[in-house]
């Protein structure tokens, strides 16, 4: 059975919408389908490192993995693109991340769905909001509601 699920990707080293692209296209190599993805919004870093700005976007897809072994396909599109994980929130080639799957709930020490962040993070929200407006979180929590709350945070979209 294909599930509903909603991936936030970014990137701020080097080529970053080439990044972007490229991880897109890997995913769809790995059982996983892109139905639609938002624009492309550049935004600062989040968290205490120092670094350039990123460029996001929230992909819809469809796929049959179940969770823990989409975040496994996630990270080796991560880990193929380049991706080191040096340093907690530091710049990255691409980074992955699994919002929502579905309607599901998973709370494990290393995956988190909802994404633990994703009520904090306009450049998730924002983009999130664009491919799926009327998107109601498991919790019962509509998306628009979220999106003012975070109305503060610089999201550009290019």
Do not use: K
Request: aromatic share 6%; glycine share 6%; charged share 25%.
């Amino acid at each position: 059975m294909t599930e509903r699920v909603f991936l936030s990707l970014g990137s701020n080293v080097g080529d970053r919408r080439g990044y972007l692209e490229e991880a897109l296209a890997r995913l769809e190599a790995e059982a996983i389908h892109v139905v639609r993805t938002s624009s492309v919004y550049e935004t600062a870093p989040w968290g205490p490192v120092p670094q350039g700005p990123f460029l996001n976007l929230v992909a819809e897809v469809r796929t049959t993995l179940e969770p823990r072994a989409l975040l496994a396909c996630a990270q080796r599109v991560e880990t193929a693109l380049g991706r080191a994980r040096q340093v907690r929130w530091g710049p990255r080639t691409v980074d992955v991340d699994v919002l929502l799957y579905g309607d599901r709930v998973v709370c494990e020490p290393d995956l988190e769905i909802p994404h633990p962040r994703l009520r904090q993070r306009a450049f998730v929200l924002v983009p999130l909001f664009e491919v799926a407006p009327d998107l109601v979180l498991p919790d019962g929590t509509p998306l628009r509601d979220l999106v003012g709350a975070v109305a503060d945070q610089e999201v550009r979209r290019l």
